[in-house]
């Protein structure tokens, strides 16, 4: 069965330093990975896809099949950074599997 | 402008008495889905339904009901609302002309079942 874990709860990083976020999952077959981000009073929204190998907003997330994992990274965190985050997994026919979110907070 | 909207956003009701939250979309889109949010559990699919008439159990169906008659109109009725069905649900709608689209999501209906 297909799984997505987000060990961090809540995490605390300063304007200007990196972040990472990690997500692991486990799942038999080849999947698609996704990021959410739903800012504060917004709906829930696609922030990066694993397939498109983009960056936006200066977050960029690399699959790594053999550590099953699919964590977000930003050298630079910006104050705008601040949300919930949420790392989903796509076993394929839309359906989406979501992990337990992080929040991110970055202080001033 | 392309969106799901979701109705009511807000509602506050007693145990049993049966509600529907609706679900519309204006994307021409085939697959529509419902999630609940909680504190700790993220988000967790209710159910969803990949084209007209066509609707399946997500991972916590249970209390829940859906209908899907329409392209754009996916609604999900608490047929005897109980108390841990106080939660925040959202909708959400996909293209299926490939597998894995992003989904978008509505804007979220906070529910509180007293």
């Known amino acids: 069965a297909q799984r997505v874990t987000q060990p961090e709860k809540l995490l605390s990083v300063f304007k200007g330093a990196p972040v990472e976020l990690k997500c692991n999952y486990s799942y038999s077959g080849s999947p698609e990975l996704f990021w959410y981000v739903q800012y504060s009073r917004q709906r829930l929204q696609l922030l990066l896809r694993?397939?498109s190998r983009e960056s936006i907003k200066g977050f960029t997330a690399d699959l790594n099949k053999g550590e099953t994992s699919f964590h977000l990274k930003k050298p630079f965190a910006q104050e705008e950074d601040s949300a919930m985050y949420y790392c989903?997994?796509?076993?394929?026919?839309?359906?989406?599997?979501f992990g337990t979110g992080t929040r991110l907070t970055v202080i001033p | 402008e392309a969106q799901v909207t979701q109705n009511p956003r807000y509602l506050i009701t007693v145990t049993g008495k049966k509600l529907t939250v609706t679900c519309s979309q204006n994307?021409?889109?085939?697959?529509m889905s419902w999630y609940r949010q909680d504190p700790g559990l993220g988000l967790r699919q209710i159910y969803y339904?990949?084209?007209?008439?066509?609707?399946d159990k997500g991972d916590v169906p249970e209390g829940y009901k859906v209908s899907r008659k329409e392209k754009r109109n996916f609604p999900l009725i608490l047929e005897s609302p109980s108390p841990n069905q106080t939660s925040l649900y959202f909708c959400a709608s996909s293209s299926n002309s490939y597998s894995n689209q992003p989904q978008h999501f509505g804007d979220g209906t906070r529910l509180s079942i007293l």
């Open positions: 339904s990949m084209n007209v008439e066509v609707t």
């Open positions: 989903a997994l796509s076993p394929g026919a839309n359906n989406l599997f």
């Open positions: 694993h397939i």
């Open positions: 994307m021409n889109h085939e697959y």
